[in-house]
Nanobody, 115 residues
Framework: QVRLVESGGGSVQAGGSLRLSCRAS???????????KAWYRQAPGKERELVAS????????QYADSVKGRFQISRDNSRKTIYLQMDSLKPEDTAVYYC?????WGQGTQVTVST
């Protein structure tokens, strides 16, 4: 049974940093490694939006304009884990963050940025 287990959310003041992790428990390597991987977020009253994605090869990263230069997505195939390093956080980054690997979704982790 495949589960995406997220961690690393929390509360931080504006300008601070957080690092989210998403571990693919039960996913075989031949599925994890080539899969496109992504982070999404959903703020209250808003639609879920793509924050960052990384290709299966790890050579192509894409970011929402609102997070470019502040967030970085990465992956560790040996740990079957993806990360989202978030720096210079702003109150508008407050949302529930979800990871996606292949067709699987994490349970979501809350990120709250205060002024």
């Amino acid at each position: 049974q495949v589960r995406l287990v997220e961690s690393g959310g929390g509360s931080v003041q504006a300008g601070g940093s957080l690092r989210l992790s998403c571990r693919a428990s039960g996913m075989i390597t031949s599925v994890f490694n080539p899969a496109n991987k992504a982070w999404y977020r959903q703020a209250p009253g808003k639609e879920r939006e793509l924050v960052a994605s990384i290709s299966g090869s790890g050579t192509t990263n894409q970011y929402a304009d609102s997070v470019k230069g502040r967030f970085q997505i990465s992956r560790d195939n040996s740990r079957k884990t993806i990360y989202l390093q978030m720096d210079s956080l702003k109150p508008e980054d407050t949302a529930v963050y979800y990871c996606q690997i292949s067709s699987y979704w994490g349970q979501g982790t809350q990120v709250t940025v205060s002024t």
